[in-house]
């Protein structure tokens, strides 16, 4: 048996298991996965069938087309491990597991008739068993302040540009991997952790640049990595104190779980990525 695991922004929202011949996705009532903080997702977008003992995920003609591994594709046998991207949502094709929830008492009546109506997740019946977007709400996402597109707030579907899917795409491919993810105000930088050592402070050897000008304690914290894990070391901790979750951090702590980083006005998260 397989499921399939609904990511949002890179946090895991909820598995279904692929227990129905065809399993419908989109936004609306009449899909069995509800894509509704989506709107760059049709509301009858794609469809998983089930073939002998493999899979078929098929594009049904939406404006801003059914990508896998960020290839686009019309129809494709999955292989676990693959990753359909739509949008913001990425739903991860793999073995099934004993949280995965049961599609056979879903009753949608038509999939393909009236596509007026909307259903939440909720409404089916799902659980949160993760994180849900980021912690500072909706805003234009990229790889800079100022980057990437706002699809918030949409009711019908928006047909993105090729740019604006170029860069959903790279942005799920960052989500994919260790990340963080830095609260600019309206604007939201994600920075893909590739290297061993990420600085956070006032010189130009930061990656991650803070306001204004200190005399002292120019570099606030320093991102780690040790044997595969990430380590946060405080640096300045009394010009640049580090806080997380309400409490000041004296020297360093592992981060093996998506954490919210505050060091001055700035707020950046902290993720291991989708794996």
Same mark, same amino acid.
């Given at each position: ?6 990511? &949002? ?11 129905v011949p065809e399993v419908f996705i /989109?936004?609306? *009532? ?19 069938? $089930? ?6 995920? *098929? ?12 290839? *686009? ?26 949280? $995965? ?24 019946? &799902? ?10 709400? $909706? ?11 706002? &699809? ?39 920075? /893909? ?26 570099? $606030? ?48 998260? &902290? ?5």
């Amino acid at each position: 048996m397989k499921q399939l695991t609904v990511l &949002f922004n890179g946090s895991k929202q909820y598995a279904v298991l692929l227990d129905v011949p065809e399993v419908f996705i /989109g936004r609306g *009532r009449k899909v069995h996965l509800p894509l509704d903080d989506n709107p760059i997702v049709s509301r009858r977008h794609a469809s998983v069938r $089930a073939e002998m003992d493999y899979h078929v995920l *098929r594009d049904l003609g939406g404006a801003n087309g059914t990508f896998v591994n960020e290839s *686009r594709v019309k129809e494709v046998r999955l292989r676990p491990g693959d990753r359909i991207i739509l949008g913001k949502h990425t739903l991860r094709y793999e073995d099934a597991e004993a949280t $995965a929830r049961s599609l056979k008492t879903l009753q949608l009546g038509n999939p393909a008739g009236d596509e007026q109506d909307t259903m939440s997740a909720e409404a089916v019946g &799902f659980e949160e068993v993760g994180g849900g977007p980021e912690p500072w709400g $909706a805003g234009p996402v990229g790889h800079g302040p100022g980057a990437g597109a706002d &699809f918030s707030g949409a009711v019908h579907t928006m047909a993105a540009s090729k740019d604006e899917l170029e860069t959903l795409l790279a942005q799920q491919k960052i989500k994919k991997g260790p990340h963080l993810s830095i609260n600019w105000g309206r604007n939201i930088e994600l920075i /893909g952790l590739d290297d061993e050592v990420y600085l956070v402070g006032h010189t130009d050897d930061c990656r991650v640049r803070l306001k204004g000008r200190r005399w002292f304690g120019r570099i $606030a914290a320093s991102l780690e990595k040790r044997k595969g894990i990430w380590w946060i070391h405080a640096r300045s901790p009394f010009w640049n104190p580090v806080r997380i979750g309400g409490s000041k951090l004296q020297k360093k702590r592992k981060l093996r779980t998506p954490t919210v980083i505050r060091i001055g006005e700035l707020k950046i998260r &902290f993720s291991p990525g989708e794996g």
